[in-house]
């Protein structure tokens, strides 16, 4: 599927890799629709309607398929524009109403701390990262914890001194807890 997104963004203009992606989309098949969210990734660096597409309605696709791809599509804007530009467009996404658009942000990301600028500022991530640690949502407290114990292979110190301030009465809290202090 991601040989076939790529064929398309190169063989294609943007313009027109959006109208196929946009009809692609429209498929019953969640392999279709798979392909076109990762057409949309990686024509979303130079489309601000393909960015609206994948917050706005891939976010909303049943399948947990299509929501995997929307974190690949989301990584890939983020690594074609940059980490360190994209700061806004994390913080944004990680605010939405919406839990698959808050995943796609933790998930897509993973292993944040390999990640061009994160690597230098892992504590960014963390911070990023921690402000969901009581999300209302399990899916993206699932999410988070996990990618915090990925983190924390390499910044045990830093993860430890944030997981040191939750309140672990909390019990959305402890569940995420859980889960980032695996490998402490």
């Known amino acids: 599927m991601q040989e076939q997104a790529l064929k398309i963004v190169s063989e ?30 990686y024509i979303a660096s130079k489309s601000h309607d393909a960015v609206k597409i994948l917050r706005k309605t891939v976010s909303q696709d049943n399948s947990w398929q299509v929501q995997e791809i929307l974190a690949k599509a989301f990584d890939e804007y983020c690594k074609q524009i940059g980490y360190e ?11 939405d109403k919406n839990p698959n658009v808050r995943r796609a942000v933790s998930e897509g990301l993973r292993i944040w701390n390999r990640r061009d600028y994160f690597r230098g500022y892992p504590e960014v991530a963390i911070q ?57």
């Open 85 to 95: 530009k994209s700061l806004p467009t994390i913080k944004e996404w990680l605010q």
């Open 128 to 184: 990023l990262l921690s402000k969901l640690k009581e999300d209302e949502s399990e899916y993206v407290r699932r999410s988070i914890g996990n990618a915090l114990r990925d983190i924390s292979r390499r910044e045990k110190n830093l993860v430890r001194a944030e997981l040191a301030k939750w309140d672990l009465a909390n019990p959305k809290i402890a569940f995420t807890y859980a889960l980032a202090a695996k490998f402490l």
């Open 12 to 41: 294609e203009c943007d313009t027109e890799s959006l109208r196929i992606a946009k009809q692609l989309y429209a498929s019953d098949k969640y392999q279709v629709r798979m392909v076109a969210v990762f057409v949309l990734g």
